[in-house]
């Protein structure tokens, strides 16, 4: 039987980032993933960067292709009633966002902990952890054809909303709480220059629209969409043209056509489960918490919870207390509700819920509000930049 202090079970950002950051520390860890390293590798997802996301990056040693091709963005923009309006992160707050893909920081954890000759098993097969609420906590895998078993101290689940970490805890330990919304995003990439150097949110009677990138030459577009359609119903040029529709004139004016690369429809949701430990087993990242991506959240929310338990396991294997620990959940819950919040006001005001003009007009009184008050908009960019620690 194997054995490691600290069973990692997920490869993506947040199984890695606690990883990398535990090896610095002189904690060994030992990380399982399902998928393929080309998978994982590949996967497309958000790149807003919060600053404290930014510098916990930093502190894992992996700024220096980040900080060469990340986008610094100092403001976004809200587009409603025909007009844009530019929310002025830095001015308000003091900080501002950087754009990097959540495939490129996969990459570069990768190759940190590659390099570093970490213990990164891919392709693991009937991952299963037990015996949690003891003091030996055990997984066992399937690999290359064998069956294998490793002790260790803690478990961290970092494996997602189908991970199978939460999914083994006792029935009825957890508390769930979920929001599921009525429409989903269709999401396009393109090798086209993208139509403006920061970010535009719109809102607009046909629905949500979002203008993002992922470098100066590769965009990301959104349209709000229903939850049954299909791919095949949106050829590239269908895309393009509704989202022309949902912006402000001069901006879909502006935007520069090409064929996909890659094109999905995601379903949008809220979903919260506490506690997020139960014995020696630490819920993190997706496998605790989803949020929808109007807020841009998501990697920002598992890196939160990253820095909370990699500081308390350091603690504990320095200096024997548990204090941080015990805490872990309290403190990464309290981030993660905040979170929630913020992208479900935005996704809120932002959205197309119903065919009431009723409605439509509350949103549009909303951001009106917005942008002729100060203390509002700065509330708005709290929140966006990510919150202190």
Request: contains cysteine; proline residues 4%; glycine residues 8%.
């Amino acid at each position: 039987m194997d054995r490691t202090q600290v069973a990692i079970i997920g490869a993506g950002p947040s199984g890695l980032l606690l990883s990398q950051l535990l090896y610095l520390n002189g904690i060994d860890s030992v990380v399982l993933e399902r998928q393929s390293r080309e998978y994982v590798a590949g996967r497309i997802r958000a790149g807003v960067l919060e600053q404290g996301t930014v510098e916990l990056l930093l502190k894992a040693k992996l700024g220096p292709r980040m900080l060469a091709e990340r986008l610094v963005h100092d403001g976004v923009s809200l587009a409603f009633a025909g007009r844009t309006m530019r929310v002025d992160l830095k001015g308000l707050t003091g900080s501002a966002v950087s754009v990097y893909g959540q495939t490129e920081v996969t990459k570069d954890l990768i190759e940190a902990r590659t390099a570093a000759g970490a213990n990164l098993i891919f392709d693991a097969a009937e991952v299963a952890v037990a015996e949690f609420d003891s003091v030996h906590p055990q997984v066992r895998y399937r690999h290359n054809g064998r069956t294998h078993e490793l002790t260790c101290d803690f478990i961290a689940g970092c494996d997602g909303y189908h991970g199978i970490c939460r999914q083994s805890i006792p029935q009825g330990a957890l508390q769930t709480f979920e929001r599921n919304y009525p429409f989903g995003w269709l999401g396009i990439l393109a090798d086209v220059p993208p139509v403006s150097h920061e970010l535009i949110y719109s809102n607009h009677a046909r629905g949500f629209a979002l203008c993002s990138m992922r470098s100066l030459t590769r965009s990301r577009y959104y349209v709000q969409c229903g939850l049954d359609e299909k791919l095949e119903a949106w050829p590239d040029t269908r895309f393009w043209d509704e989202l022309r529709l949902r912006l402000p004139d001069e901006v879909g004016a502006a935007v520069i056509t090409g064929p996909s690369i890659e094109k999905s429809i995601a379903p949008l949701r809220s979903f919260v489960v506490e506690p997020l430990r139960f014995g020696q087993l630490f819920l993190v990242g997706d496998a605790a918490h989803i949020v929808p991506p109007t807020g841009a959240k998501g990697l920002n929310l598992a890196a939160a919870d990253v820095r909370v338990l990699y500081q308390a396991l350091v603690e504990y294997y320095r200096t024997s207390r548990s204090d941080l620990l015990e805490r872990y959940s309290e403190m990464a819950l309290r981030r993660a509700w905040l979170a929630v919040r913020f992208s479900w006001w935005f996704t809120s005001i932002m959205h197309k819920f119903s065919d009431d003009p009723f409605n439509h007009r509350l949103q549009l009184a909303e951001l009106d509000y917005l942008s002729s008050s100060t203390p509002a908009l700065t509330s708005l960019a709290e929140n966006y930049v990510g919150l202190p620690f």
